[in-house]
């Protein structure tokens, strides 16, 4: 993806604080407010699950596909999409993440989730759910969750979110032979095509942050304007460049 003529600086900026709790976000979301978001979903959740059972091991039509899943679940949290964003990592070793931090600028509480490709390639749609969920939970608890205790789970049974996903390992993702033989399959095909784009290379979690504990953030700088934008900023500018050039 290219910015046309624009000079950008990559650099590592808003070093990541140590947990604490955030102000503005809840674990405990009015039961009035959860059962219209949870009403108000479940059309939209079905003909997401349809579309997944439909697409099998396509990360060209899954990556929407979570991307679809997460922005209603970030809504039917009660959580701003602007400032809780979704990217993405290649590992095996774990499912999701989620970076809680404040923004410099705004000073408001924000939250980046990242998924395993992996994930995307699942064939149980309800595990796409739970992990989506764990994530949101971490997010409406509070960077204190990461010891996924109390207030962890009050913010899994706000989110309904599986039983399976509601500790820190679920062998809902693994334990899964004939799951991981696929991983395989789609690791070898990836190498022999080569370098895709499928995957938005900006959202790579590595690339967002440098580390998961005390990491930093990057962002760009325009030289011309002098305006920080992060990679999601980024992304979201790139796409829309491009969206008007194929106009």
Known sequence: MRLGARRLVCMRAARSTAPRAV???????DRRRRVRARASSTDDAVDIEREWRATSYDLSKRWPLI?????????????????YRLGWHGAKSYVGITYLYDDDRTGEARGDVFVSKY????????????????????ALAGPTSVDHGVEFLHACET???PAAWREEKTGAFYSRPATQLMWAKCDAEEMLRGKSDVLPELLFER?????????DRTVFKDDESGVMLDAFEMYDLVRAEEEANAR
């Open 23 to 29: 102000a503005s976000t809840s674990a405990r979301v």
């Open 67 to 83: 991307n679809k899943l997460y922005d209603l679940e970030v809504r039917r949290a009660g959580l701003d999409p602007a400032r």
């Open 119 to 138: 994930l995307a390639l699942d064939p149980e749609f309800a595990n796409a759910v739970g992990c989506v969920r764990h994530e949101l939970a971490h």
């Open 159 to 161: 989110l309904d979110v």
């Open 207 to 215: 690339n967002v942050w440098d580390a998961p504990v005390n990491g």
